[in-house]
């Protein structure tokens, strides 16, 4: 019996004895001593596979992670190609009209003003390239994965001057009115850029789609937690186009990964899972809320940030 206490104590302190015992006979002693040996066997296996289990758990996790993030940088390398194109666009105006300057330039009729003059019209067309090239750097580069405390607003404003350059916004008015008092949140800024950049190229898709010309309009406002044990505040921002709208039976379906209504090559239908994703990961939720025909305005509620 002393024994058996004995082992039982060196068992719960994680060491490895195992009871006495084995011998075949009828002793009760011995009968119980395998009995619990058996026991104890069983529970080191079901600790072996517990422990296998949260390895595993683990490592899916990880796995899991990656493939989101690689998620995340296929679909921003997908807006990057898109945006390439309208910038490529962009930028051949301002090179025809250097080019046109430096015809004139080679001119020897030209009087001293006027070859001044041409000569800062073409510097002014070589600042715009830059500024073009610039805002696409901007973009492309790869997210430096730090969070911190970001002015939403910031990046708002940032978006609104990429997209003006952007033939896609051609027939879009896009308004801003940014007229939340705290716009600070925690997040990675170049995620949550690439959220809004989404959202923004959707919107005008639909009203492309849509044929007319239409506005794209950014609002941001603040509201309060209406949960007691929440102190912070919270920031709404909405996208509201007037494009073709979204038919209320598909709207469950817009955030799953590779839905979309557009044409082969024209959308992977990753963009709103992506945004999905970004916000999430800031603490926040997004929403839509469309009429077919009419318009869709895309909710995104983050919580916001005071501190550093
Ligand atoms: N503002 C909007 N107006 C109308 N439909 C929209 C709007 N935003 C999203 N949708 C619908 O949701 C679908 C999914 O959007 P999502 O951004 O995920 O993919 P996509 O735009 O089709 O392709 P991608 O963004 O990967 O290029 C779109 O195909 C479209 O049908
Ligand atoms: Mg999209």
Redesign the pocket.
Same mark, same amino acid.
Request: glycine share 14%; net charge neutral.
């Given at each position: 019996m002393k024994k058996l206490l004995e082992t039982t104590e060196a068992n719960t302190e994680g060491r490895e004895t195992l009871f006495l015992g084995g011998e075949k006979d009828g002793n009760e002693f011995n009968q119980l001593s395998n009995a619990l040996n058996q026991m104890l066997n069983r529970i080191s296996k079901d600790q072996e596979n517990v422990k296998l289990s949260i390895h595993s758990l683990r490592q899916a996790n990880l796995d899991l992670k990656k493939a989101q993030n690689d998620i995340i940088s296929a679909?921003k390398l &997908?807006?990057v190609g898109?945006f390439s194109a309208g910038i490529a666009h962009e930028i051949g105006n301002p090179l025809a009209i250097i080019v046109g300057y430096l015809e004139l330039l080679k001119r020897k009729d030209i009087s001293p003003s006027e070859r001044e003059d041409f000569i800062t019209r073409t510097e002014s067309e070589i600042s715009r390239i830059h500024r073009i090239i610039r805002q696409l750097l901007d973009f492309s580069r790869p997210s430096s994965n730090t969070i911190g405390r970001i002015s939403v607003h910031d990046i708002l404003s940032d978006i609104s001057t990429i997209f003006q350059y952007q033939p896609l916004m051609r027939h879009v008015e896009l308004k801003l009115s940014l007229s939340a008092r705290e716009d600070g949140v925690r997040a990675d800024a170049s995620l949550l850029r690439q959220a809004f950049i989404? *959202?923004a190229?959707? +919107?005008a898709? +639909?009203v492309n =789609?849509a044929g007319k010309t239409g506005a794209l309009v950014v609002e941001t406002l603040n509201f309060p937690s209406n949960h007691a044990n929440e102190t912070h505040q919270w920031l709404e921002v909405t996208?509201t186009?007037n $494009?073709?709208?979204?038919p209320a039976d =598909?709207l469950n379906?817009?955030?799953e990964?590779f839905?979309?209504? !557009?044409a082969p090559g !024209? $959308?992977? $239908? *990753?963009?709103?899972?992506?945004?999905y994703m970004i916000i999430e990961a800031a603490g926040g939720r997004i929403e &839509?809320r469309?009429e077919e025909g009419i $318009?869709?305005k895309?909710i995104i509620d983050l919580p916001v940030c005071n501190g550093e």
């Open positions: 679909e &997908a807006s898109r989404n *959202l190229i959707n +919107a898709d +639909a =789609q996208f186009d $494009g073709i709208g979204i =598909q379906f817009i955030f990964p839905y979309t209504s !557009k !024209k $959308g992977t $239908g *990753l963009g709103l899972s992506v945004c &839509a469309s $318009g869709t895309m």
